[in-house]
């Protein structure tokens, strides 16, 4: 019986046949290769202080900076379109060199041993990966078995990464109130806010090469700003209750829920098209609510966990769709995956201090991802892709010495 993996290696030369790809093993290509180099120094201070406000309150928190500079070379080839007719690929270099200053403020005001207010300010910076760096071009085979009925099925993909990327930066305000009602149980509420510059999202747009002909072309671009704000609740507890039995005192709870407001600029590419220029839109991948709700039971001996998660709508990209088309040019349209809960479970028992087994099963219910495109400026879409996940079990025993 072959697993598709299986079904895939015992027929990798039909395959290569198929998609017009040479036989035998692919020739090493120092064009689709590169080199990245990335040095950093840095240097930090924290301070901490508290202070006793009377009436038994507590102000303490940390001050700190980090300072870091930050220096990258990425070497690779990049295609020389200097001849359009015969473009050639030619090594490049691309350097980079930034100094980042870091702030760090928190306070946590302990209104009683029970009762505490946390508030909080950062900085962050995220560095772009080496393979969104990377500045060289992949070219995949030419169509084999173009769709008649799609005028695109005939593009072939051409990918590559951005040596120009910048770093993901974050300016980052918490504010908290925690209340701690018993040894085993809590309930808190936050508000937060991320003022962020520069999220990195790939930009896929229809191209007509002069020597590749019709193509995708994809590559890494930074946005613009991105404003996420939002607020959360959370709840845990446990039947730690004197005068139960200590089998009782195994059962909780954890339940918590997220409002998230998302706005932000899109790629250069993206922005360009007219049913979106000078807009902000919803953040790719960031749902406006995401709930969690968790059985719990914990002893020694034996725990198991019911967790059923679920998160609302949300944009999984945005693309060119060259075939959407207007009076004004393409237009840039979302694809939306639909609200989806998922159910899992997991157990394990304890025989001995040194032998746990444990029990899972992921996707309970089995619902499947469903995901939709936009197709007009009025936000009608259709049924795009439908993926069904599988229900899956595992078995599992570990040692500890």
Known sequence: VY????????????????????????????????????????????????????????????????????????????????????PVFV???????????????????????????????TQTRTRPNFFNLNPTLTVGPPVNNPNPNDPNSNRRNISGGNPDLEPLTSDNYDISFEWYFSRAGSLTGAVFRRDAQ????????????????????????????????????????????????????????????????????????????PNVAGRQLPFAGVSKWAFNLVGLYERPFFSARLAYNYRSDFVSFYSIEPLDVGANGARTRPLIEQARGQLDFSASVTPMPNVTVAFDVGNVLGNPIRRYREFNDAGDTFARQYVYLERTFSVGVRFRY
Do not use: C
């Open 3 to 86: 697993t598709p993996y299986d079904s895939v290696r015992a027929n990798v030369a039909d395959l290569r046949q198929f998609f017009g790809a040479p036989a035998g093993l692919p020739a090493f290509n120092p064009t689709e290769n590169f080199v990245a180099n990335e040095k950093a120094f840095s240097a930090y201070a924290q301070i901490k202080y508290g202070f006793e406000l009377g009436n038994s309150m507590v102000l303490d928190g940390l001050i700190g900076l980090r300072a870091i500079k930050t220096k990258t070379r990425i070497s690779g080839f990049i295609r020389d379109e200097t001849n359009p007719a015969a």
């Open 198 to 273: 520069g999220f990195t999202s790939n930009t896929r747009i229809a191209i007509n090469d002069p020597v590749y002909g019709p193509a995708w072309f994809t590559r890494p671009e930074n946005t613009g700003s991105t404003r996420f704000q939002g607020a959360e609740i959370a709840f845990t507890s446990f039947l730690d209750i004197e005068g139960l039995p200590d089998w009782a005192k195994g059962f909780g709870i954890q339940a918590n829920g997220t409002y998230i407001d998302s706005k932000g600029d899109l790629n250069t590419t993206l922005a360009a098209s």
């Open 91 to 121: 090594p490049t270099t691309a350097e980079n060199e930034y100094t980042d200053y870091l702030p760090n403020v928190s306070a946590r005001l302990a209104l009683t041993p029970e009762l505490h207010l946390r508030a909080a300010y």
